[in-house]
């Protein structure tokens, strides 16, 4: 058997990946729709709890969003208005908008806390330890060498 190209195996790497994510993306999105939630509205939840009681400007939970939305602004408007967070302006920067975790919020991210992770077990459920670290390593190299978003993005 002739051995494959970098030409010929980075596609089909790229679309592994891609077909990778679409399953275990699709498989977590069911849970969170379960509980009422987007992938967004978890991430931003979870991003929101990790800040604690001094909250987080609205701009910066964009910025550390997994998945980049196109509007932070409507997401949170969504969650305000579905008792999630609250925003208020900053008392020493006026200009500045910070976003914090409501009590309801909380409960909610925190009960998915455990669901979670046993997705992650079961979607790894035939990995080693060995293999995940391999799997990881090899993953954040890609990051390391995959080209920034530009501006916007």
């Known amino acids: 058997m002739a051995r494959r190209t970098k030409a010929q195996l980075a596609p089909e790497a790229y679309l592994t990946l891609m077909r990778v994510h679409e399953r275990l993306a699709g ?4 849970l969170f729709k379960a509980h009422g939630l987007t992938q967004a509205t978890y991430n931003a939840l979870r991003i929101l709890r990790g800040a604690g009681p001094d909250g987080l400007p609205c701009n910066a939970v ?3 969003l997994v998945n980049r939305v196109p509007d932070v602004t409507r997401l949170l408007d969504r969650m305000e208005r579905d ?12 200009r500045v908008v910070l976003a914090f975790l409501t009590d309801e919020g909380r ?10 992770l046993q997705r992650h077990l079961d979607q790894f459920a035939d990995f080693t330890t060995g293999d995940l670290e391999s799997l990881l390593e090899a993953l954040e190299r890609l990051v390391a060498s995959a080209p920034a978003p530009a501006p916007g993005d």
């Open 27 to 30: 498989d977590l999105a069911t």
């Open 62 to 64: 964009g910025e550390r």
């Open 83 to 94: 008792g999630l967070v609250r925003r208020e302006r900053s008392s020493e920067d006026r």
């Open 107 to 116: 409960t909610r991210v925190d009960a998915l806390d455990d669901p979670v």
